[in-house]
């Protein structure tokens, strides 16, 4: 098969050459023809700002795995690649956002000039998204930008380690639909910098740890934000674990401690919201 590299004003695509090419993101290097389409549904879009390929192709494969998509119901716009373009909330069935190097609380002088511009183009979506109460799921760094949008104060009063943590639904998130199928307390993998302290009243909290208050949360009926990350198993973690050994999360040298310490959890529950956020929201065309 041929591979021929071909750019779109919004995303990136590789097509295979000859009449019966397939479209589609960028997955791992080629095109995965394996992989039936979805058809009859507006797709999906996952927002991604990893900038290194080995991480943004690994949570491209791993959401559209654990959601049960496609690459034909689930595209990818690489933010740190290319400019947001224009978003049509018409077009799709709802965004995912993944998560990051990212911190939205970060001191403006610090951030590079690629992170300035994405930022600044995830928060006009979001606050469209939130106007809209547009189907959305913010994993990690969503806590942030969707954070920043509604007025929560995000900082870094409860940062958390690259690890398995505990989650601990509020009474509000066990009634909530996106949850239905978790248990009360379930182990998820997650790490980061920055989290939510506060959230203001209209927002609701659905999921605290011991180490951080804040979770997951919902604003509207149908925006979204998890802390800890619904699309990671342990390969994903290894992965990312691999990749951002050297971006100040944790000390290289206690790279393959983590991994051993990963492997100690089974996470069976996270990727169940994935899940349960396809099948709510898929709208048929």
């Not at 041929?2 to 000859?18: K, N, Q, W």
């Not at 394996?34 to 491209?60: N, Q, V, W």
């Not at 310490?261 to 996270?270: K, R």
Request: hydrophobic share 40%.
């Amino acid at each position: 098969m041929i591979l021929v590299r071909t750019h779109h004003p919004d995303r990136i695509f590789e097509r295979s050459a000859g009449p019966n090419f397939a479209e589609g993101p960028i997955v791992s290097g080629y095109i995965d023809r394996t992989m039936s389409p979805d058809i009859g549904h507006a797709p999906f879009l996952l927002l991604s700002i990893r900038a290194e390929d080995a991480a943004a192709d690994d949570e491209y494969a791993a959401v559209m795995r654990f959601a049960g998509l496609d690459m034909n119901g689930l595209h990818r716009i690489r933010l740190t690649h290319t400019s947001l373009g224009k978003i049509d909330l018409a077009d799709w069935s709802g965004i995912i956002l993944g998560g990051g190097p990212y911190n939205v609380s970060d001191a403006p002088e610090s951030k590079s000039a690629t992170q300035q511009r994405v930022e600044s183009e995830l928060l006009e979506l979001i606050g469209r998204i939130v106007a809209r109460d547009f189907p959305f799921l913010g994993c990690c760094y969503g806590v942030g930008t969707l954070g920043a949008v509604v007025g929560a104060t995000v900082d870094r009063t409860y940062p958390e380690p690259v690890a398995a943590v505990t989650i601990s639904l509020t009474p509000e998130g066990r009634r909530e639909p996106l949850f239905a199928d978790l248990p009360d307390v379930f182990d998820a993998y997650g790490g980061h910098k920055e989290g939510a302290s506060s959230l203001p009243p209209h927002v609701v909290c659905l999921a605290s740890s011991e180490t951080c208050p804040v979770q997951a949360f919902r604003v509207g009926n149908n925006v979204y934000a998890t802390q800890f990350h619904p699309e990671l198993d342990l390969d994903g973690i290894c992965v990312r674990i691999d990749v951002y050994k050297h971006h100040g999360y944790f000390a290289p040298e206690t790279a393959d401690s983590l991994k051993s310490a990963a492997q100690q959890h089974n996470i069976e529950y996270p990727p169940t919201i994935l899940r349960r956020f396809i099948k709510r929201y898929a709208r048929r065309l």
